[in-house]
């Protein structure tokens, strides 16, 4: 049971980072002759034919881990606003027995939180052994809106980058695989995104208006998640790219990009205790 693609040398990001917005679409599959192969929705449809048959394996997989309780998985996933980091959740872990599985959303700090170093809330929340943790935007946080916000200055910012490597780095090797995507979406995308929003009653709550203000920052943005990506890609902790115009094509690039990790791991159910096959239940 192990991915049929390779994805994670063709994922990986690069030395030197640079976001453009053509690499958040996907390009449309073409016959020699310059003509579509198959419609837009025939490939959505595929790719989510697929997702659920990864996900499937993912599931099984995750039971082993949580069997052996030999391991510890940590997903970060990190994107502009509306890149898809909830529906990726949704259609990755659906299959999952909760039991496993735990989720992180870490909002603006807490007064008790800011009496600690910044890393102090996130340590609290890593994995235990057996289980899959998924932080739904995390510790970079503190080096993307913080930059972008002036609320703290290159100087503190480069600092922060060694402590989110050392940081990482003790967790990885006391048994933590992270595993760490950008969701890349495009401008333009992001606003059909937002108005759908606006134009839905029932997806109203999930529209913010410092959203807005937010977006009007994109560029200033996309240059944080450039550098933040370089400082903190390392081999115990890497960076992958996704793009995410496409929720389809992210969903299935990302279980793709997962199982390959997790079949790495060699994850096998605990040998059966000879003894326990002798007892008979009355």
Request: with cysteine; proline share 4%.
């Amino acid at each position: 049971m192990a991915a049929k693609l390779n994805l994670r040398g063709q994922l990986r990001a690069p030395k030197t980072v640079k976001l453009r917005e053509e690499d958040a679409a996907v390009t449309p599959l073409r016959d020699p002759g310059g003509r579509d192969i198959a419609s837009n929705d025939d490939i959505k449809q595929r790719e989510r034919d697929a997702t659920a048959a990864l996900t499937k394996q993912i599931a099984t997989f995750q039971e082993m881990l949580y069997a052996t309780r030999k391991h510890k998985l940590l997903l970060v996933l990190q994107g502009m606003d509306t890149s898809g980091k909830d529906g990726t959740i949704r259609a990755l872990f659906s299959e999952i027995n909760p039991m496993g599985l735990r989720g992180v959303t870490f909002k603006a700090p807490l007064a008790n939180e800011l009496a600690h170093d910044y890393l102090w809330r996130v340590h609290a929340q890593v994995p235990v052994l057996g289980e899959i943790t998924i932080f739904n935007r995390s510790h970079y946080e503190d080096v993307l809106i913080t930059r972008v916000q002036d609320m703290i200055d290159e100087k503190e910012c480069k600092r922060r980058y060694a402590h989110i490597c050392d940081f990482e780095r003790m967790l990885t090797e006391t048994g933590t695989v992270i595993v760490k995507i950008f969701l890349h979406i495009s401008k333009d995308e992001q606003r059909k995104r937002l108005q759908a929003r606006l134009d839905d009653p029932d997806k109203q709550w999930k529209f913010d208006q410092g959203d807005l203000l937010q977006r009007q920052k994109w560029d200033a943005y996309q240059r944080a998640y450039e550098r933040a990506i370089m400082a903190t890609d390392t081999d115990q902790a890497p960076w992958y790219i996704i793009p995410a115009d496409s929720k389809t094509h992210r969903n299935l690039l990302v279980s793709t990009l997962l199982l390959e990790i997790m079949a790495s791991l060699k994850l096998r159910y605990p040998l059966p205790n000879p003894e326990l096959s002798k007892l008979k239940v009355e």
